[in-house]
């Protein structure tokens, strides 16, 4: 993964992209360990390079609810850093994890030298709100169905699979991450994903989730939800 390929970095000349890369550091982190704690200070800014960063809240009860998932090329922590405030929620590796980060000091004085970065973070945590507002809506309205389809269309890209299309979901999400995503049970996630592979919409090829019918699954979606009651 190269800065190039990092949105925030759009419309930016190789040559200054290479300047940037010198205050980037590199940084790995083994699956399951944590990178920040919510309420911890905001000293840097961070970039997937390889593996996946699941955000997370925590409620009163100690449940753990994933709000957001980072992918290769992706950043996080960049509203608490821009803003100096403490990081808002949890960061934790999803798997072996390799970081670039850049601290609040070499980010604002890029800022300052470079307006067409500050251009584009504001369009993509302009995305992240619309997103989120997307999750809690989903939350709030939809059955634990319709949540649990549309996260496995969410995360599921395009893939030639023995011959034929189907839509693989890119990263391996366990059944306790489809839970915490969608606000629900473990129990709860289990049967409904037996019951898509039932249905032939689902199967598990190489312990990923391949979605075989992603039309059958969005209109089931959309019949479990409870704003077509």
Not at 59 to 74: A, C, L, P, R, W
Not at 83 to 97: D, G, L, R, V
Not at 131 to 137: G, I
Not at 202 to 229: F, P, S, W
């Given at each position: 993964m190269n800065l190039e390929n990092v949105s925030i970095f759009n419309n930016l000349e190789s040559a200054t992209i290479e300047k940037i890369a010198k205050c980037f550091k590199e940084i790995d982190f083994k699956k399951k360990q944590t990178i920040f704690n919510e309420g911890d200070p905001s000293e840097?800014?961070?970039?997937?390079?390889s593996g996946?960063?699941?955000?997370?809240?925590?409620?009163?009860?100690?449940?753990?609810?994933?709000?957001?998932?980072?992918?290769?090329?992706?950043?996080f922590g960049a509203v608490a850093v821009l803003?100096?405030?403490?990081?808002?929620?949890?960061?934790?590796?999803?798997?072996?994890?390799t970081l670039l980060r850049i601290s609040r000091t070499n980010l604002l004085e890029l800022v300052a030298k470079?307006?067409?970065?500050?251009?584009?973070?504001?369009?993509?945590?302009?995305?992240r709100v619309l997103?989120?507002?997307?999750?809690?809506?989903h939350i709030a309205l939809e059955k634990v169905e319709a949540r649990i389809a549309s996260v496995l269309i969410k995360f599921a890209n395009q893939n030639v699979i023995n011959g034929l299309n189907c839509n693989?979901?890119?990263i391996r999400l366990t059944k306790?991450?489809?839970?915490?995503?969608?606000?629900?049970?473990?129990?709860?996630?289990?049967?409904?994903?037996?019951?898509?592979?039932?249905?032939?919409?689902?199967?598990?090829?190489?312990?990923?989730?391949?979605?075989?019918?992603?039309?059958?699954?969005?209109?089931?979606?959309?019949?479990?939800?409870?704003?077509?009651?």
């Open positions: 840097w800014l961070y970039i997937v390079k996946i960063v699941k955000i997370t809240k925590n409620s009163n009860e100690g449940k753990e609810f994933i709000i957001e998932i980072i992918k290769e090329g992706e950043l803003n100096s405030i403490p990081y808002p929620a949890n960061a934790i590796s999803m798997e072996n994890t470079i307006p067409t970065i500050m251009f584009n973070f504001a369009s993509i945590l302009g995305d997103n989120f507002h997307d999750t809690l809506k693989m979901v890119e306790q991450d489809i839970a915490d995503m969608v606000g629900t049970t473990v129990e709860t996630t289990i049967r409904t994903i037996s019951r898509f592979k039932r249905l032939g919409f689902i199967e598990y090829k190489d312990g990923k989730i391949v979605i075989t019918n992603i039309k059958a699954l969005t209109n089931y979606g959309k019949q479990n939800d409870c704003r077509h009651i």
